[in-house]
C-alpha cells in the first residue's frame, strides 16, 4: 500500500526565516496531495493541497511543489510568525483516490 | 453547522472492557473516516468508508470494527480493549468519493486503555 514518509521531524526557526517539509511517496498512482496543520490540542485543518497535473502551488505565505517524477513533495512558508507553530502532516491519496495516507509529522517552532 | 461531532470526548476503559466512538457529520458527506494519533506516529488511518454501505480497511484496522449506520453516522468499537489502544481517536468527512477533496475532522476522542 502507499507510504509516505516525511522530514524532518522536528524543524526549530527564527521568525521570519523560512521553513521547508519534505515528503515522499511509494504509489505512483498517487495524485492528490494535501497538507494539514494541527495547533496543539485541535484538530488537523488542510492548509494547501496540489494535485498531481501541477507542480506548484501558492498562497500567500505557504507553497507546495510537486515532483512525480521523484516522488516528492514540499511545504515552503516564508516569513514564518509565531502563530505557524504546529504540527505540519503532508498526505497522499491511496490507488483507488478514496483515502488518505498521511506522514509522521513535523513540529515547527518559531521562536520570536 | 456543526460540522464533524464525535462521542465522547474522554474514556478511560480496563483492559477487556469494550465500547464504541460515534461519530456524526451534517455536511452531507459520503466519505467518512477514523484515525488514531499516537506521539512520533502522525495520523493512521483504521477504517473508512467511501459511501454509505461500504468499508475498507485502512492501515492499522486489527482490534476494530465499524458501522456505517446511515450517510451522516459512522461509528468505530473496540471489543476487547487493549493498553495498545490507548490514543486519541479522530473521525473525519469529505465531500467526493473517489477524489478526496479537503477532509473535516471532528475533536477527537482521547481514551485510555489501563
Known amino acids: 500500500g502507499e507510504n509516505v514518509e516525511q522530514h524532518p521531524s522536528t524543524l526549530s526557526v527564527q521568525e521570519g526565516d523560512s521553513a521547508v517539509i519534505k515528503c515522499t511517496y511509494s504509489?505512483?498512482?498517487?495524485?492528490?496531495f494535501p497538507w494539514y496543520k494541527q495547533e496543539l490540542g485541535k484538530r488537523p485543518q488542510l492548509i494547501i493541497d496540489?494535485?498531481?497535473?501541477?507542480g506548484e502551488k501558492k498562497d500567500q505565505r505557504i507553497a507546495v511543489t510537486l515532483n512525480k517524477t521523484a516522488k516528492h513533495f514540499s511545504l515552503h512558508i516564508t516569513e514564518t510568525q509565531p502563530e505557524d507553530s504546529a504540527v505540519y502532516f503532508c498526505?497522499?491519496?491511496?490507488?483507488?483516490?478514496?483515502?488518505?495516507?498521511f506522514g509522521k509529522g513535523t513540529t515547527l517552532s518559531v521562536s520570536s | 453547522n456543526a460540522g464533524v461531532t464525535q462521542t465522547p470526548k474522554f474514556q478511560v476503559l480496563k483492559t477487556g472492557q469494550s465500547m464504541t466512538l460515534q461519530c456524526a457529520q451534517d455536511?452531507?458527506?459520503?466519505?467518512m473516516y477514523w484515525y488514531r494519533q499516537d506521539p512520533g506516529m502522525g495520523l493512521r488511518l483504521i477504517y473508512y468508508?467511501?459511501?454509505?454501505?461500504?468499508?475498507d480497511k485502512g492501515e492499522v484496522p486489527n482490534g476494530y470494527n465499524v458501522s456505517r449506520l446511515n450517510k451522516r453516522e459512522f461509528s468505530l468499537r473496540l471489543e476487547s480493549a487493549a493498553p495498545s489502544q490507548t490514543s486519541v481517536y479522530f473521525c473525519?468527512?469529505?465531500?467526493?468519493?473517489?477524489?478526496?477533496?479537503?477532509?473535516?475532522f471532528g475533536p477527537g476522542t482521547r481514551l485510555t486503555v489501563t
Open positions: 473525519a468527512s469529505s465531500e467526493v468519493v473517489g477524489d478526496p477533496y479537503e477532509q473535516y
Open positions: 504509489d505512483s498512482a498517487s495524485n492528490y
Open positions: 496540489i494535485r498531481s497535473n501541477v
Open positions: 498526505a497522499a491519496d491511496n490507488q483507488a483516490g478514496t483515502a488518505l495516507i
Open positions: 455536511m452531507n458527506h459520503n466519505s
Open positions: 468508508s467511501a459511501s454509505e454501505g461500504t468499508t
